[in-house]
Nanobody
Framework: QVRLSESGGGLVQPGGSLRLSCAAS????????VDWYRRAPGKDLELVAT????????NYAVFVKGRFTVTRDNAKNTVYLQMTSLEPEDTAVYYC???????WGQGTLVTVSS
């Protein structure tokens, strides 16, 4: 059974940083392309970043480019989303997902506020 579990969310001040984790079980996560999404209060789900299968490179939404970085640790079967220069507009529940498996995590809340 595939399971994705996010962690690392929390409250951070504007300009701060957080690292989100997406730990996988039941699969080898390096075999899959992994997406990070977010849903801000009252807004639609939006794609934030994608890391390609078995690769180190990522694709980013324009609103996070240069601030967020997606990486893998294959030994830990985990994908990370490093977020820097956080803005109040980044406040949202963040989800990791593997589209080819229709697998989603439960989400982790990020709140950017002073």
């Amino acid at each position: 059974q595939v399971r994705l579990s996010e962690s690392g969310g929390g409250l951070v001040q504007p300009g701060g940083s957080l690292r989100l984790s997406c730990a996988a079980s039941g699969i080898t996560i390096s075999d899959y392309m992994v997406d990070w999404y977010r849903r801000a209060p009252g807004k639609d789900l939006e794609l934030v970043a994608t890391i390609i299968k078995s690769g180190a490179s990522g694709n980013y939404a324009v609103f996070v480019k240069g601030r967020f970085t997606v990486t893998r640790d294959n030994a830990k079967n985990t994908v990370y989303l490093q977020m820097t220069s956080l803005e109040p507009e980044d406040t949202a529940v963040y989800y990791c997902a593997i589209g080819s498996l229709s697998a989603w995590g439960q989400g982790t809340l990020v709140t950017v506020s002073s």
